[in-house]
């Protein structure tokens, strides 16, 4: 059990790197949005000079203008019919990809408040 952490980590490296590979490689979208964002991947000018491609999770359709997930921003989606139909599937990798994060980022606020002296 208590390295159940690890293998958790492992996996979501795994899928990471296969999602990389299945979908080009798309960063996830920034945080802080509620529910699924619509907008596609944006170059640094913010006008879509990079957009990138993404395929659905659920339907495998490729698309530029997808939705992402608002929790673990890893799947893709066309619509929100493939996101309900897909969830169950996603459910479990999403919820251990949020816990992760949120592992990560503890680790990093402690490491930086290591630095500064715990200021």
């Known amino acids: 059990r208590a390295l159940g952490h690890i293998h958790t980590e492992q996996a979501l490296s ?13 960063a996830p979208p920034k945080k ?11 170059g640094k000018n913010g006008k879509g000079a990079a957009e990138e491609t993404h395929r659905c ?19 893709w989606y066309c619509g929100k019919p ?6 169950k599937q996603h459910k479990r990798a999403c919820v251990a990809a949020v816990a992760a ?12 408040a290591a630095q500064d002296g715990g200021r």
């Open 101 to 112: 994060e949120a592992r990560h980022a503890t680790l990093r606020r402690k490491a930086t």
């Open 14 to 26: 795994v899928l990471e790197r296969t999602r990389v590979m299945s979908d080009g490689g798309g």
């Open 32 to 42: 802080g949005t509620k529910g699924t964002s619509k907008k596609g991947a944006k």
């Open 57 to 75: 999770f659920h339907c495998q359709t490729e698309s530029t203008k997808m939705m992402c997930c608002s929790q673990c921003h890893r799947a």
């Open 82 to 87: 493939c996101q309900k139909k897909h969830w």
